[in-house]
């Protein structure tokens, strides 16, 4: 039987998932509407447009099809993991580098590092880098940009210490990434020094 908890968690994650895509989509149709109306000759400006937006909308939804959809057995469709991470971020104000070392873990900790990913991206409002390199307990995120931050609420949902009826549509990524932690029997500890954030996987009793 499902729990409720367990479809709160999904209902709060397809509305993250919709917010996601809502802008790239709006925009491919606002310009197929202005390409459709009658004497409008075809702008290559807006075909421009159409196109970039669509392409933005697919390299999300194959983003978090990995990152939300990876149940954890056999291979993950598509593209590998750094290449969903570099397509989704390309063009941003957000520098994304995934570490080599990253490249070669299973694809259940990829899966989180992709989340850590979005989650340091989130903390950089103005901009800047975020990276993710293999440790010695799991996976290390570090977040640099003007600004950086992680919220209260953010960092009580990482660690798994908001109630689940609490959680919002902004703070379930935070809890999600929580909980694909957990099942590598790790825990997520967050540091943030001026300039930077840092998110680790640490062993469940360290």
């Given amino acids: 039987m499902i729990s409720v908890p ?18 790239p989509i709006t925009a491919v149709a606002n310009g197929a509407d202005l390409l459709c109306d009658d004497g409008v000759e075809t702008d290559q400006e807006t075909l421009a447009l159409v196109g970039e937006s669509g392409r933005r909308a697919a390299s999300r939804l194959e983003f978090f099809r990995f990152a939300y959809g990876f149940a954890g057995e056999g291979r993950a469709a598509g593209p590998s993991p750094g290449e969903l991470a570099d397509e989704y971020f390309k063009g941003s104000r957000i520098l ?6 990253v490249r070669s873990l299973p694809l259940i900790q990829q899966q989180l590092a992709c989340n850590l990913l979005v989650l340091g991206a989130e903390a950089l ?3 800047g880098l975020i990276a993710v390199q293999a440790t010695d307990y799991g996976i ?3 977040a640099m940009g003007e600004g950086v931050s992680i919220a209260r609420k953010q960092s009580a949902a990482l660690t798994l210490t908001t109630p689940v009826a609490e959680l919002t549509a902004r703070t ?10 957990r099942t590598q029997g790790w825990r997520l500890a967050e540091e943030t020094t001026p300039g930077r954030l840092y998110v680790t996987s640490l062993g469940a009793t360290r």
């Fill in 125 to 127: 409002g103005r901009g």
């Fill in 140 to 142: 290390r995120l570090e």
């Fill in 6 to 23: 367990d479809v709160r968690i999904s209902q709060l994650l397809a509305a993250r998932l919709c917010h996601e895509l809502v802008g």
């Fill in 172 to 181: 379930v990524h935070g809890y999600f990434t929580g909980l694909l932690a």
């Fill in 96 to 101: 994304c580098r995934y570490g080599d070392q």
